[in-house]
């Protein structure tokens, strides 16, 4: 009865908060699960969940892989709620699943996936059922807020030790795989790769971590590095990261968009390594669930600021999310890999959703940007300037704008083509005056 | 063409903070001024470096697991170092290596690496795992006389107490301790410091003061460096500062 309670509060909450939030224009996503959660601390308890619930978690890609998941299971025809939007922590897993419920806390679906934050996966999936874990890589990010990597990994580890269902892991990252010998009992360990590409390196270029074997300390041996510190690794000592794969891509091909498994053709939007790693994900899971891939891969896209292609009065435009180095890195590759000429526009504030400290931008390489001039905007404007600069950037082909406005209005002041980098809350500012500028000019 | 020798410690485990920036920007000022800067870099398993033979050695930060790792290793060159520093090698020390060099840190669960012992202070980690001095900090310190404001990044864990001459005073943020006034460690030819940023990246001043020490103990004869353009370096400083004192009211 207190159950039907809460949830009648929370339905009545929900349809004030969607009335006030396009008032407000304000996006809803935690509010609803941080009130309720106020009300009944375990309300995640509460939900009877009778389907699999699938989660993702990594550094970067959670949202991407979360929502692509959603979409080849759909394709396939069955009913998914998820929290698409990227609310990832207890709040907003709360509010997606009181949003998708009947009054007695019954979730009607064939599947949940859940992108979730990595501090969190412990603490929600305490509360409720978890059939599948797919765990995509683990960088540097934000010490300032999260600390130090190997911190979050011990805190998953620990969450694993009891754990017995699916774990799909990233076999070319070895801050991941080691979490398959979290539970020596559980059989449910599955592992995915994916192939050398065109662009992979013998030598390590971007920042990255797990230099040395997380079981003997021993430094880890690479026989190449597609990007960051994934790639093909093997400790010399006790052989750690030979494990026998689930699913292998083969033959990436960037410029079709293609790769192959098993076999079978695969034809997508991706157009970058880091993609075609999530990918892999989602099949491992079709895999899984007996489920078809081809179709739903074949376009998928999420517009969202991650690879997002605008048209600006004719000029293409291309906009990515890049919270961290590595994420800026695999934008910067994106970039290089691109042979037109371009020019780029980087945004980075230093709210405290960013993280405060922005030495990271050290661990972006800049050294070997192919592009013929940078406009650098957002609280942090200057800091970008001095960066890209001290990498022996030609400084009179560096603009720093404060206003993204500004920023903006000089970056069409010429017509190629055009890279965006925006980190986590200069993203969607930078979208709005883009597309507003679009909006704007269109009219003269 | 003029040059100088930098040597780069462990910069495989030394690295987390972007702290290889202060290279970047040193490298920066003296190319700019058609000066060359050789970088040398030392890893456990190298061979032996001449620390003498440097102008400049350079550690940074890194994480926790791999401060012990390296610990083993570089206490093996403690009589090199000391010589060196003796002979007027300059060293910069940020975060990690600052503490590396004092007596010894002490981890939270009681854990002690030792430290190279060559200044007296010495450093503990506090209990409680969720306490750190994070966050933008300003310090004023003392260069040949000049007054100059240094801003950067402090995030650290550990409490650096007996320090007996500071890098500078704080005017924001904590310092060697949670609310010190003082922050680092600094005398003739050793600055040791958490300031990340990186710590030269927004302090073109400091890093013309290390460069000018550097080329007038090589070349021995009065430099007077070519200034250079600093409009980015002078408006990001102005723009901190207006954010920052904001701050220090509201506090």
């Known amino acids: 009865m207190y159950n039907i309670l809460i949830i009648t509060i929370a339905k009545i909450l929900n349809f004030f908060a969607k009335i006030l939030g396009k008032i407000l224009k304000k996006d809803n996503g935690n509010l609803l699960g941080k009130i309720i959660k106020k009300i009944s601390p375990n309300i995640l308890t509460k939900f009877k969940i009778n389907c699999p619930v699938i989660a993702v978690t990594a550094t970067n890609g959670k949202t991407t892989t979360n929502n692509a998941i959603k979409y080849m299971i759909e394709k396939n025809g069955k009913k998914v709620v998820s929290n698409t939007e990227g609310n990832n922590m207890e709040t907003g897993i709360i509010t997606t699943l009181l949003k998708n419920c009947t009054i007695t806390g019954k979730i009607k679906a064939d599947f949940i996936t859940l992108e979730v934050d990595e501090s969190y996966v412990p603490v929600v999936f305490k509360k409720i059922p978890l059939d599948s874990l797919v765990v995509l890589n683990f960088f540097r990010d934000q010490l300032d807020r999260n600390g130090e990597v190997e911190t979050l990994i011990l805190k998953i580890n620990e969450f694993l030790k009891t754990y017995s269902g699916n774990l799909i892991l990233n076999n070319d990252d070895p801050n991941v795989v080691r979490l398959g010998k979290a539970n020596k009992n559980n059989k449910n360990v599955y592992y995915f790769s994916v192939d050398k590409y065109k662009y992979a390196t013998k030598n390590q270029t971007e920042a990255g971590e797990g230099k040395f074997c997380p079981f003997d300390d021993t430094k880890l041996e690479y026989e190449y590095y597609q990007y960051s510190h994934i790639g093909k690794f093997k400790c010399p000592k006790c052989g750690y990261g030979d494990e026998e794969l689930f699913i292998k891509i083969e033959n990436v091909d960037l410029e079709n968009m293609s790769f192959e498994e098993n076999g079978e053709m695969f034809f997508t939007k991706a157009n970058n390594i880091y993609t075609i790693y999530n990918f892999a994900a989602v099949i491992s899971i079709a895999k899984l669930y007996n489920l078809n891939a081809i179709d739903a891969l074949k376009d998928f896209k999420l517009n969202n600021g991650r690879s997002e292609e605008i048209d600006i009065n004719g000029v293409k435009t291309i906009i990515n999310l890049a919270k ?40 972006i390489n800049f050294e070997t940007v ?34 993204i406005e500004e920023a903006v209005k000089s970056l069409y002041s010429s017509d190629v083509k055009k890279y965006v980098i925006a980190n986590y809350t200069a993203l969607q500012p930078t979208r709005k005056a883009l597309l507003e500028y679009k909006k704007e000019t269109k009219k003269e | 063409m003029r040059e100088l020798k930098l040597l780069y410690l462990y910069p495989d485990m030394l690295e987390l903070y972007g702290d290889y920036g202060n290279i970047q920007v040193l490298k920066y000022r003296l190319e700019k001024r058609n000066i060359n800067l050789i970088i040398d870099r030392y890893s456990i398993g190298d061979k032996k470096p001449d620390f003498t033979s440097y102008d400049i050695v350079f550690a940074g930060g890194g994480a926790d697991n791999e401060q012990s790792i390296l610990s083993k290793d570089l206490i093996k060159f403690k009589d090199d170092i000391k010589e060196a520093i003796k002979n007027g090698v300059f060293f910069l020390l940020i975060c990690g290596a600052y503490q590396l060099f004092g ?137 901190l500062f207006k954010v920052l004192e904001i701050k220090k009211e509201i506090r």
């Not at chain 1, 994420?327 to 709210?351: P, Q």
């Not at chain 2, 400091?206 to 353009?229: A, G, Q």
Request: net charge negative; glycine share 8%.
């Open chain 1, 324 to 363: 961290n180095p590595t994420g800026a890195n695999v934008s910067l590759r994106m970039l290089n890999e691109d042979k037109e000429e371009k020019e780029l526009l980087f945004v980075l504030n230093d709210n405290p959703a960013d993280g405060l400290d922005v030495s990271w931008i050290y661990d």
């Open chain 1, 370 to 403: 192919n592009v013929k001039r940078i406009i650098t905007s957002g609280k942090r404007a200057y800091d970008m300037a001095i960066r890209i600069k001290t990498s022996f950037f030609d400084k009179d082909n560096i603009e720093a704008y404060l206003s």
């Open chain 2, 103 to 239: 007596k010894y840190y002490k981890g939270v669960e009681g854990n002690i690496i030792p430290g190279l012992g060559i200044f007296d202070y010495y450093t503990e980690a506090i209990k409680d795992r969720s306490k750190r001095c994070i966050g933008n900090i300003v310090l004023e310190v003392n260069l040949n006389g000049d007054k100059y404001e240094v801003i950067g990044f402090e995030n650290h864990g550990g409490q650096t107490y007996n320090v007996k001459n500071c890098f500078g005073k704080v005017l924001v943020g904590n310092g060697n301790k949670f609310e010190d006034k003082e922050e680092g460690y600094f005398i003739n030819n050793v600055i040791a410091t958490y300031l990340h940023g990186p710590l030269l990246s927004k302090n073109p001043k400091l890093t013309d003061y290390i460069i000018e020490y550097c080329l007038k103990r090589k070349y021995e004869e009065e430099i007077k460096l070519e200034p250079l353009d600093d409009t980015f370096e002078e408006k990001c400083r102005e723009e």
